[in-house]
């Protein structure tokens, strides 16, 4: 990605925004860069395709540079002006803010599935040995990766005792 100055991009204008993007999550500069990035569409038609371009690009730069919509929408409200270009804004706006809540919707549902799993393993553990030491328990829960508890849940399911569960739970640190 740092081959490419980000002053003479090749391709589309669209084109651009997306390596502009990826060069300046990588770096960690998006949302200060912003302008630049948002710049790119300024001529381009707000179509549905391309709004949905703008929230992908800011999916990808909310992973990997960890990016809060609130400090991308005051970046945004000060760097369009003029009446076309508020409407752009809003445009943009309403895509980012579909984007930040699909993530924070995904983020939900992952949590939750990972404390359903986790509920189960605790339920398998008092089913077994009649009752689960609380420090047990908070680190079962404290576990928020799925594929993790899957792997707990078998053991959960083969251990012979808490103690050797508690083990396996060290290895999952």
Known sequence: ???????????????????????????????????????HFVDSTLDERILELIADIFCYCDWVEDISPD??????????????????????????????????????????????????IIQVLNHRFQTVPKSVEKKVYAVKNVDQLVQLTGQAVSCQSIAEFADSLKSQE
């Open 1 to 39: 990605m740092n081959q490419f100055d980000k002053k003479h991009l090749p391709g589309k204008p669209e084109t651009q925004a997306v390596v502009e993007a990826m060069i300046r999550a990588t770096e960690g500069t998006f949302v200060a860069g912003l302008r630049s990035v948002i710049g």
């Open 71 to 120: 400090a991308v929408d005051k970046v945004i409200s000060n760097i369009i002006e003029g009446q076309e270009e508020s409407k752009m804004s809003q445009a943009v706006r309403k895509a980012v803010r579909k984007t930040f809540e699909r993530i924070a919707r995904e983020s939900y549902i992952d949590e939750g599935k990972a404390e359903g799993k986790a509920g189960s």
